[in-house]
């Protein structure tokens, strides 16, 4: 149950900008619900959704982002944005085999070394900023522009907030997040090796 009750959609003053993140997702998101108690709170979290995962004319491909998305929500053991980066990575050109490996990226054949770099600052990173070592970003600015860094790095940034908030408040999944994961071989954070989450 969550802390916060979410609010009607009708009743946000952020209706608008839920609406349209609601027409990338297919569903209404109940954490921007909930942020609907503040509203200009909401609208600022969105409009970085906007800038971050959702740009058109974003620098790194989407479905490296929601990778990066999805292993840091999971490194943060949020239940919420782990579920919700696992459907928006299928929803953005990440193939189910590649999905479903994604905690095994140091190792499966199905990554890159540049998906690597990246995966392994979004674990550390995603955990603490300064767990990330020079030798990892090192390895990062070897495969990726600056300007695909600053892109990655926001991805961390913003599921830090996303996790922070989604995790702290227990936000509900929503009924087509829940039944997409339900329909795949999904591993939440709770399936990690030594996670007692």
């Known amino acids: 149950m969550p802390y916060v009750a979410p609010l009607d959609l009708n009743d946000s003053e952020a209706k608008a900008d839920i609406e349209w993140l609601a027409s990338a997702t297919g569903f209404v998101a109940n954490s921007m619900l909930a942020l609907s108690h503040r509203p200009e709170i909401a609208k600022a979290v969105l409009e970085l959704i906007r800038a971050v995962v959702r740009n058109p004319d974003g620098t790194v491909d989407p479905a490296l982002r ?10 943060n053991g949020c239940e919420y944005c782990s579920a919700h980066t696992f459907k928006n990575g299928a ?32 674990m550390t990173g995603g955990q603490c900023p300064s767990y990330a070592t020079p030798e990892d970003m090192a390895i990062l600015r070897e495969h990726f522009s600056e300007a695909q860094i600053v892109e990655i790095g926001a991805v961390i940034a913003l599921f830090g907030f996303n996790n922070r908030w989604n995790a702290l408040m227990q936000t509900d999944l929503e009924d087509s997040v829940t039944s997409f994961i339900g329909n795949s071989d999904y591993h939440g954070p709770g399936d990690l090796p030594g996670n007692k989450t």
């Open 66 to 75: 929601w990778m990066v998305a999805h292993v840091t929500s999971l490194a």
């Open 91 to 122: 929803d953005n050109g990440v193939p189910q085999d590649k999905l479903e490996a994604l905690w095994e990226f140091e190792t499966s054949p199905l990554f890159s070394e540049g998906e690597r770099a990246a995966l392994r600052v979004a």
